[in-house]
């Protein structure tokens, strides 16, 4: 992150030295009066806590204005608030451990400087666990995909965030296939793709998806890992079609089958063959498998 901020070009000045630096010195101005407004927040902060929030709302107006104001001082105004946007995650951290503007900051540093990607991976990761606002990140991450087609940490990001916080497996898979397919993103980001499909319940998608990370790549223990996701995704796929037939059978019969061969031929062609080599079995009704789950690897 510091990388990012210390390897900017800095911007060039414009006609007229008092011209270039009345921006420069408003700014200046403006480092004083935030520092200002900050001993003033941490009085209120001992205070009200409705009067702290509306505070800490003025501490950072909206990033458009600042945009507007800063002209030819964007870079140095980002990095102010990029600095800024630290300390508050820092001082709630130790404090209260409370964040009810930090999307708000963010916001500001990311329009200030739309390509600034270390600001949305941080912000976005603070936001969904930290400020408990995983659709908040997500959003911030989605503006930053239209300003930034090409970066895969921010759908890799949101695809995370969708997965681990939000549990909607189906946006978690889109996400991380667009970032599966951009230049150099990790490897996972196919595999985890993979597994959303399979956790939203689309186990032929994710199968198939399997099969590319399999064909795609020479990493021995990466085809090791789709072979053992295809064979967890072969056994899911065929209890559920046993318990389907069982299910059938019972309508039919009004009775469960008291072993599996009797579902053949009426119900299926044949009892698969266990992916693991154990075997399928009935248990008051349930087709189970011989296969602990903690051998299911």
Partial sequence: MVEEITNRQPAPRGPGR??????????????????????AIDDISRKNPRERLIAELMYFPSGRFLRQVAVEYQNVASDFVWLRAIQYYGHHMMTDQKYEW????FGI??????RFIGAYHFGAMTLAWD???PEEAVRMLTGGMKDNPMEWQ?????????????????AAAYFFEIASKLPGAWVSAARWAAFSMAKAGKADIAQE????????TENRALRALALRQLRRLELQKDLARLQQAVD??????????????????????????EPYGGRFYLDNGTVKTTTPPQNQD
């Fill in 18 to 39: 008092l011209a270039a630096l009345l921006p420069l010195v408003l700014i200046i101005w403006g480092f004083v009066g935030v520092y200002l407004l900050q001993l």
């Fill in 209 to 216: 998806m399997w099969l590319g990370v399999y064909h795609g």
């Fill in 248 to 273: 059938r059978f019972r309508e039919n019969e009004g009775h469960s089958p008291f072993a599996l061969r009797e579902l053949v031929p009426d119900y299926i062609n044949r009892v698969p063959d």
């Fill in 154 to 170: 921010l759908p890799f990001d949101a695809g995370f965030i969708s997965y681990m916080q939000l549990e909607d497996y189906e």
């Fill in 102 to 105: 930090l999307g708000h900051v």
């Fill in 131 to 133: 400020a408990g606002q």
């Fill in 109 to 114: 540093l990311t329009t200030l400087d739309p």
